[in-house]
T-cell receptor, first 117, second 113 residues
Framework: AQKITQTQPGMFVQEKEAVTLDCTYD???????LFWYKQPSSGEMIFLIY??????QNATEGRYSLNFQKARKSANLVISASQLGDSAMYFC??????????????FGRGTSLIVHP | ETGVTQTPRHLVMGMTNKKSLKCEQH?????MYWYKQSAKKPLELMFV???????ENNSVPSRFSPECPNSSHLFLHLHTLQPEDSALYLC????????????FGQGTRLTVV
């Protein structure tokens, strides 16, 4: 069963506007962490922001913020004041326990964001 | 720069060749991972190593052979690959704590001809 769901294959936003990228997750753990990564065309996965399940405040990192709604199991990424350099793939991820006992980063399918000038 | 270095960045190999991908980190992480990213597909976990021991093998064909000689280095040995193995291969490392992020290398873009 898919643990991380990103329902938006592609999103477009005007430069300087805000955009929300959706992510829902499924876990039976009480303690877990949610992550967002950016992957530009060069291929590298760049860590953006982390939200812990027990964190009461929504995480923020500069222009990135995470809209965490625990009861709905959603962790949407909000990018404010979009810039042309924000055009990239964005992945939501969670570390979940695998059969061998390791906590493995598991990723959604990603959302392609294009910022228009 | 994430602290995880992958070499080579690009590789073209024939189906009968043998090559190796290298990943190196000096972040003090004890977990290392290989992922495969094909076009229009989600990231696929291939292998996981904790403290040099392989803990996960995600039903990967034997033509991919990982090696982890120490906690800082991870290799992926390739032999008799198929064209469908062409993809971006990403290495990552992390502390074992489940609430910490993984750090990724820049990937090796592999083309099998």
């Amino acid at each position: 069963a898919q643990k991380i769901t990103q329902t938006q294959p592609g999103m477009f936003v005007q430069e300087k506007e805000a955009v929300t990228l959706d992510c829902t997750y499924d876990t039976s753990d009480q303690s877990y962490g949610l992550f967002w990564y950016k992957q530009p065309s060069s291929g590298e996965m760049i860590f953006l922001i982390y939200q812990g399940s027990y964190d009461e405040q929504n995480a923020t990192e500069g222009r990135y913020s995470l809209n965490f709604q625990k009861a709905r199991k959603s962790a949407n990424l909000v990018i404010s004041a979009s810039q042309l350099g924000d055009s990239a793939m964005y992945f939501c991820a969670m570390r979940e326990r695998a059969s061998g006992g390791s906590y493995i980063p598991t990723f959604g399918r990603g959302t392609s964001l294009i910022v228009h000038p | 720069e994430t602290g995880v270095t992958q070499t080579p960045r690009h590789l073209v190999m024939g189906m009968t060749n043998k090559k190796s991908l290298k990943c190196e980190q000096h972040l003090g992480h004890n977990a290392m991972y290989w992922y495969k990213q094909s076009a229009k597909k989600p990231l696929e976990l291939m292998f996981v190593y904790n403290f040099k021991e392989q803990t996960e093998n995600n039903s990967v064909p034997s033509r991919f052979s990982p090696e982890c000689p120490n906690s800082s280095h991870l290799f992926l040995h390739l032999h008799t690959l198929q064209p469908e193995d062409s993809a971006l291969y990403l290495c990552a490392s992390s502390p074992l704590d489940k609430n910490t992020e993984a750090f990724f290398g820049q990937g090796t873009r592999l083309t099998v001809v």
